[in-house]
Nanobody, 130 residues
Framework: EVQLVESGGGWVQAGGSLRLSCAVS????????IGWFRQAPGKEREAVSS????????DYADSVKGRFTISNDNAKNTVSLQMNNLRPEDTAVYYC???????????????????????WGQGTQVTVSS
């Protein structure tokens, strides 16, 4: 059974930093994409960042470029999201999600082609105060 468990959420003042982690287990496939998403109250869920397990290609929403960094520790089966210079508008529940990709698929174009993620974590709350 595939499981994704997020951790690292919390409360921080604007300008501060948090590091989210997504522990992944139960994959029966070797190649996958992991995405971070967020959903604020009354708003639709939005994609934040994603990464490939094959070559580490990454993608970011324009709103977080230069502030957030996604990374993949394959040895620990963990994907992290380092969030710096946080803003009140970053307040949301953050989810990680996973989807299998074609064997040895590489390049950011693969991330752009992914439409639906099959496995989701339970979410972790991030609150940024002004």
């Amino acid at each position: 059974e595939v499981q994704l468990v997020e951790s690292g959420g919390g409360w921080v003042q604007a300008g501060g930093s948090l590091r989210l982690s997504c522990a992944v287990s139960g994959f029966t496939f070797a190649d996958y994409a992991i995405g971070w998403f967020r959903q604020a109250p009354g708003k639709e869920r939005e994609a934040v960042s994603s990464i490939l397990s094959t070559d580490g290609s990454t993608d970011y929403a324009d709103s977080v470029k230069g502030r957030f960094t996604i990374s993949n520790d394959n040895a620990k089966n963990t994907v992290s999201l380092q969030m710096n210079n946080l803003r009140p508008e970053d307040t949301a529940v953050y989810y990680c999600a996973a989807v299998q990709i074609p064997t040895q698929a590489m390049g950011v174009e693969v991330l752009h082609l992914v439409r639906d993620y099959d496995y989701w974590g339970q979410g972790t709350q991030v609150t940024v105060s002004s």
